[in-house]
């Protein structure tokens, strides 16, 4: 069963505009970490952010920020004045606390960014 | 540079043929990964490995053999090559204590 659910295979953002990206997730564990991929044209996997089950805050770094809605799982991916360089697959993925440290990830959502 | 080197970065076999994609990592890590991407799937697991000498089926194993001889090297075979295998492979590692993954930069691979 799918564990990992991104509903937007593709968007488009204007440049400076902020953007949200969804993933919602399935676990009955009650220790589980999530992060979000960025994967550019270049192909390389870039890691961006992650958020834990226990964490009390939601997290973040620099332009990108996770809102984390614990209760309706759903750790959606905001990136604020998007840049051309944002321009990207970008991937959610859960690891689970008894999965010996096994990423599941989600289908992904292509992010295009113009002028 | 520290990190997880994947070679070779492009392939193209033959149906019926034989490879093995290595990878290869300097930071001691204990656990590494192989995973598939798709479009439209996302990464999807092959095999894991927990330490030397230790490995373990993932989501999508069949096809696949693994060896984890060396700490450092984590090796993916195909035996038979077959054109479902036509793919984008990934080897991540991770240190047990920390959450963060390193990426190798990918293996293309066309079977015809």
């Known amino acids: 069963a799918q564990k990992i659910t991104q509903t937007q295979p593709g968007m488009f953002v204007q440049e400076k505009e902020a953007v949200t990206l969804d993933c919602t997730y399935d676990?009955?564990?009650?220790?589980?970490?999530l992060f979000w991929y960025k994967q550019p044209s270049s192909g390389e996997m870039i890691f961006l952010i992650y958020?834990?089950?226990?964490?009390?805050q939601n997290a973040t770094e620099g332009r990108y920020s996770l809102n984390f809605q614990k209760a309706r799982k759903s750790a959606n991916l905001v990136i604020s004045a998007s840049q051309l360089g944002d321009s990207a697959m970008y991937f959610c993925?859960?690891?689970?606390?008894?999965?010996?440290?096994?990423?599941?990830f989600g289908a992904g959502t292509q992010v295009v960014v113009t002028p | 540079n520290a990190g997880v080197t994947q070679t070779p970065k492009f392939r193209v076999l033959k149906t019926g043929q034989s490879m093995t994609l290595l990878c290869a990592q300097d930071?001691?890590?204990?656990?590494m990964y192989w995973y598939r991407q798709d479009p439209g799937m996302g990464l999807r697991l092959i095999h894991y490995?927990?330490?030397?000498?230790?490995?373990a089926k993932g989501e999508v194993p069949d096809g696949y053999n693994v060896s984890r001889l060396k700490k450092q090297n984590f090796l993916l075979g195909l035996e038979s090559a077959a054109p479902s295998q036509t793919s984008v492979y990934f080897c991540?590692?991770?240190?047990?204590?920390?959450?963060?993954?390193?990426f190798g930069s990918g293996t293309r691979l066309t079977v015809v």
């Open positions: 991540a590692s991770r240190e047990t204590a920390n959450y963060g993954y390193t």
């Open positions: 676990t009955s564990d009650p220790s589980y970490g």
């Open positions: 958020q834990g089950s226990y964490d009390q």
């Open positions: 993925a859960m690891r689970e606390s008894d999965s010996w440290g096994k990423l599941q």
């Open positions: 930071m001691n890590h204990e656990y």
């Open positions: 490995s927990v330490g030397e000498g230790t490995t």
